[in-house]
């Protein structure tokens, strides 16, 4: 039967079939390939980034990132992402389980409810939340009578980032969950635990990492969103200007060297959420091969087997 199957080595050492298996000149184009890509769309505009704020010197450099208007933008950039990623986690948590522990009708709806916001363009978002809160909104009269302003203040910026980014923690924790299946919970549930027992004890260990993964690409959206929060911030110096708005502001004011500098500090937090992204991928795999070990006694009894 052996003799039948034909395949060799790769360079590897991994059994790969002939007629699937590339030729070293094909490996080689194509990782070269991959790699001037990479540093077209990547490598070269961060470099470059970091040459435009610095071409000045460091004094300039130091002024544009410590300058009010900046602090101010980066500020309510960083408030934002901490209201938006918690009622997203919140929110993400809830449908998840709502998903892929129960039957119910709508659910379907519902996932595409949750998909919505990747559909939509983010300027159409922004609109939608100022013909519905604006001066001349559906609600913006009655929100006027009562001195409630959202739009053009920190409200209508935290929802168009919500709306913008609450599929991010559902949609990872959706397969996740449902290919862990519901077999735990519902022992758990024949032992007497309540709900909140069920899912402190069981589920929440058991997505913790897709959960961690979930926000931090949250975050990373909110601090850079721009279009839906150009349309109902008002762009106000000092107060409704995030980090993407204020750069754009002095990019428009041909303050290039100012406005590099800013763009740096969302590209030193895009670092950090890569490594954060990074540290959470590699505490993942670590887990995954942890639990997957392969049985010392099968490996045993099929090693036998083919002797």
């Not at 130091?62 to 009010?68: D, K, R, S, V």
């Not at 993400?92 to 129960?102: E, M, P, Q, V």
């Amino acid at each position: 039967m052996a003799g039948m199957i034909t395949a060799h080595l790769s360079p590897e050492g991994s059994a790969r079939p002939r007629h699937i298996d590339e030729s070293p000149l094909a490996r080689r184009l194509l990782i070269g390939l991959a790699l001037l890509f990479l540093a077209l769309v990547v490598f070269i505009p961060l470099v470059s980034i970091f040459i435009e704020a610095f071409r000045k010197g460091l004094a300039l450099y130091g002024a544009a990132i410590t300058e009010p208007y900046a602090l101010s933008a980066l500020r309510l950039t960083l408030l934002t992402a901490a209201i938006a990623v918690p009622l997203n986690t919140l929110f993400g948590l809830a449908a998840a389980w709502a998903i892929t522990k129960f039957r119910f009708r709508g659910k379907n709806v519902l996932i595409t409810l949750i998909d919505l916001p990747f559909a939509v363009s983010p300027i159409i978002s922004g609109l939608i939340f100022v013909l519905l809160f604006g001066a001349q909104g559906f609600f913006g009269p009655w929100l006027d009578e009562r001195g409630i302003q959202i739009i053009f203040a920190l409200p209508g910026i935290v929802l168009a980032t919500v709306f913008v980014t609450f599929p991010f923690v559902a949609r990872e924790l959706i397969p996740l969950m449902q290919s862990q299946g519901s077999q735990e919970e519902e022992a758990a549930a024949t032992l007497g635990a309540s709900g909140w027992q069920m899912f402190r004890r069981v589920t929440l260990p058991n997505i913790k990492w897709g959960l961690f993964y979930g926000m931090i690409l949250c975050n990373a959206r909110a601090t850079g969103e721009f279009g839906a929060v150009s349309v109902v911030s008002g762009h106000i110096r000092g107060q409704t200007n995030t980090l993407p708005l204020h750069i754009e502001i002095l990019y428009n004011e041909y303050q290039f060297s100012a406005s590099f500098a800013v763009a740096s500090l969302l590209v030193l937090l895009a670092l950090v959420t890569l490594l954060a992204k990074s540290a959470v991928e590699w505490r993942t795999s670590r887990a995954m091969a942890a639990t997957q070990q392969p049985d010392p006694l099968a490996r045993e009894g099929g090693a036998n087997h083919a002797h």
